[in-house]
């Protein structure tokens, strides 16, 4: 029974979205090849997995073991590359408006933030285009309810732990550039807003912690 356990955990699922036809600057060709990049990831996952529970197998866990050490330091970047593709997927839908309803629970919780939902996407999108590969993030932290937003490099550097993810940006270039140039990360940011399903981040708010993505918001 241990090892049917032990195979659930390390073994995940590729997610499916069904909230992702017809959105508003980002076409079925960016979409499908995004899903096809989080794919990726969801296999790698596994692979590095297996492998680190081989060559735990093998006696080789040690910090002195230089593949034992590199696979370990690669499973930040895999996991969020997974899990942070979900939240990605997951906070798009079409036929949204730019900001959230006026009194909705978000609309609310972002004004008290920032003082206005005005400042607080004036912020999200200043650090949407920030040098670099990476995300754009508001969370709220648990232990306080205060919400705040985060640059992430790649997939593993600025998460901070336990925050519970409400909005997800991807900014990586493979996020836009079948639609846009390089050069255009603002228009992808222009479409992105026009696309967030802003009632996902009601549910959120009002869940005590983190809830991975599991298919369309
Ligand atoms: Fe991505």
Not at 29 to 57: C, F, S
Request: neutral net charge.
């Amino acid at each position: 029974m241990i090892h049917a356990i032990h195979s659930q955990a390390t073994g995940y699922q590729e997610q499916r979205f069904f909230n992702l036809q017809g959105l508003d600057g980002i076409s079925p060709p960016q979409i499908g090849e995004h899903l096809a990049l989080y794919a990726g990831y969801v296999r790698q996952v596994n692979v590095l997995n297996d492998q680190l529970a081989a060559l735990r197998a093998q006696g080789r866990a040690s910090g002195r073991d230089a593949e034992f050490a590199e696979l370990t330091r690669r499973l930040g970047f895999e996991y969020n590359g997974m899990i942070l593709h979900e939240y990605y997927f997951s906070s798009l839908r079409a036929g949204s408006d730019p900001r959230p309803p006026s009194g909705s629970p978000i609309a609310l919780a972002l004004a008290e933030a920032y003082g206005s939902v005005e400042a607080w996407q004036t912020d999200f999108r200043a650090i949407g285009g920030m040098r670099g590969v990476g995300w754009v993030l508001l969370c709220q932290d648990p232990s306080t309810g205060r919400l705040t937003n985060h640059w992430i490099t790649l997939h593993q550097d600025g998460v901070p732990a336990g925050f519970k993810p409400l909005l997800v940006m991807d900014v990586w270039e493979h996020a836009f550039m079948r639609d846009y140039a390089a050069t255009e990360r603002g228009r992808y940011i222009d479409a992105f807003f026009r696309n967030v399903a802003w009632p996902a981040m009601d549910r959120r708010l009002r869940e005590p912690c983190a809830v991975r993505p599991a298919s369309a918001a």
